[in-house]
């Protein structure tokens, strides 16, 4: 069965500090991987993915992610953290063998970033 | 929530009562998908539509419906409410490679 796990349901960090927010996968063959954020009332937003090419993948707001294939991980990353960065941060997987398939979510993880 | 709206944005309703709520997307994607978010589970996928009148059932499915008579509607049916579905309710939709696009959400309550 494939799922996601999100090892720390918190992660704290102080502004202008790099921040690490973990996620382990288990699908089988090669997913795509996804990573979206969650203010408070609001939907979800589309981060960044990785499908293929660089393990090394850029998204929006100065995030970026890691996917390592042998560690079957893709954590997010900051070189510098806001204290508007402080919310909740999903990981998801998608089997790209199939298209229009759903994706399946971590359970989240509260990125909190002190002034 | 770009071209994605969901309503009604907040429900209170009572156990036993049928209650449906509506996704509407202008961004003529073939997926839609219901989810249900709850603390401690992340997203869980209700039902999806891969066209119109083509719909499959998720890990949660027990107890809704839904329906996709038109390309740019997803209806979700709580057949008979029940406190377990209390939740937000999120829709998104997506092209059919890669990210999926997230509606504003439903707050449904069941007393």
């Known amino acids: 069965a494939q799922s996601v796990a999100q090892p720390e349901d918190q992660v704290n960090v102080a502004e202008g500090n790099p921040l690490t927010v973990k996620c382990t996968y288990s699908v089988s063959g090669n997913p795509y991987l996804f990573w979206y954020v969650q203010y408070p009332n609001r939907g979800l937003q589309f981060l960044l993915k990785?499908?293929?090419?660089?393990?090394l993948v850029k998204g929006s707001y100065g995030f970026e992610a890691e996917f390592n294939k042998s560690q079957t991980s893709f954590h997010l990353k900051k070189p510098s953290a806001l204290v508007s960065d402080s919310a909740l941060y999903f990981c998801?997987?998608?089997?790209?063998?199939?298209?229009?398939?759903?994706?399946?979510f971590g359970k989240g993880t509260t990125l909190s970033v002190s002034s | 929530d770009a071209g994605i709206t969901q309503s009604p944005r907040h429900k209170v309703t009572e156990t036993g009562t049928p209650v449906t709520l509506r996704c509407h997307q202008t961004?003529?994607?073939?997926?839609m998908y219901w989810y249900r978010q709850d603390p401690g589970h992340g997203l869980r996928l209700i039902h999806y539509?891969?066209?119109?009148?083509?719909?499959d059932k998720g890990e949660v499915s027990d107890g809704y419906s839904v329906s996709r008579s038109k390309t740019e509607d997803f209806l979700l049916t709580l057949e008979s409410a029940t406190s377990s579905q209390t939740s937000v309710y999120f829709c998104a939709t997506a092209i059919a490679e890669y990210e999926q696009y997230f509606g504003p959400g439903t707050r449904l309550t069941v007393t």
């Open positions: 998801a997987v998608r089997d790209r063998r199939q298209a229009g398939t759903a994706l399946i």
């Open positions: 539509s891969y066209g119109v009148k083509d719909t």
């Open positions: 990785y499908i293929t090419g660089d393990n």
């Open positions: 961004e003529n994607h073939r997926y």
